[in-house]
Antibody, heavy 119, light 112 residues
Framework: EVQLVESGGGLVQPGGSLRLSCAAS????????MIWVRQAPGKGLEWVSY????????YYADSVKGRFTISRDNARDSLYLQMDSLTVEDTAVYYC????????????WGQGTLVTVSS | DIVMTQTPLSSPVTLGQPASISCRSS???????????LSWFQQRPGQPPRLLIY???HRFSGVPDRFSGSGAGTDFTLKISRVEAEDVGVYYC?????????FGQGTKLEIK
């Protein structure tokens, strides 16, 4: 069974940092591209970042470029999102999702982890 | 960036009746490989998004056949042939033909 489990969320002050993790199981993680998507409370979905299988291709939304860093460790079946210089606008549930480019797209999603940026 | 516009934003439907959601993109979603990377997701209350439809009209594994997708270019539609109680939630279209990926605002499906 495909499983994606996010962790690392919590309460952080504006200007602070947080590192999110996404643990994958039930599939060969190193064969799939991955994305992070966030959802502010009561709002819609916003794509945050994309990372290729080998980490050779990475994209960011303009809203997080220069502050967030996506990475992965294929040996540990894990995806990460390092979030620096956080603002209140970054408050959201963060989801990781598996991507099959050229086929199904973002086909499996984790349950999400809540990040709250507040003083 | 490609802007995705969904209509309606709210759709009250009677159980057993059909429902339809429209999604329009600000530019063509046809990718250089000839495919159109337009997906539909369902998000039930308190749950993560769930993939329903990919590449306009392909139903994902396990999705009931009452869900169907259609369209081309810039205009796309998700249809539910007979709404059931478990279909309540918010539906999003998403384009993955160009970075940044972008979502529609979401359409809330509720039972009358």
């Amino acid at each position: 069974e495909v499983q994606l489990v996010e962790s690392g969320g919590g309460l952080v002050q504006p200007g602070g940092s947080l590192r999110l993790s996404c643990a994958a199981s039930g599939f060969t993680f190193s064969n799939y591209n991955m994305i992070w998507v966030r959802q502010a409370p009561g709002k819609g979905l916003e794509w945050v970042s994309y990372i290729y299988i080998s980490s050779s291709v990475i994209y960011y939304a303009d809203s997080v470029k220069g502050r967030f860093t996506i990475s992965r460790d294929n040996a540990r079946d894990s995806l990460y999102l390092q979030m620096d210089s956080l603002t209140v606008e970054d408050t959201a549930v963060y989801y990781c999702a598996r991507v099959v480019d050229g086929v199904t797209g973002a086909d499996f999603w984790g349950q999400g982890t809540l990040v709250t940026v507040s003083s | 960036d490609i802007v995705m516009t969904q209509t309606p934003l709210s759709s009250p439907v009677t159980l057993g009746q059909p429902a339809s959601i429209s999604c329009r993109s600000s530019e063509s979603l046809v990718y250089s490989d000839g495919n159109t990377y337009l997906s539909w997701f369902q998000q039930r209350p308190g749950q993560p998004p769930r993939l329903l439809i990919y590449k306009i009209s392909h139903r994902f594994s396990g999705v009931p056949d009452r869900f169907s997708g259609s369209g081309a270019g810039t205009d796309f539609t998700l249809k539910i042939s007979r709404v059931e109680a478990e279909d309540v939630g918010v539906y999003y279209c998403m384009q993955a033909s160009q970075f940044p990926y972008t979502f529609g605002q979401g359409t809330k499906l509720e039972i009358k």
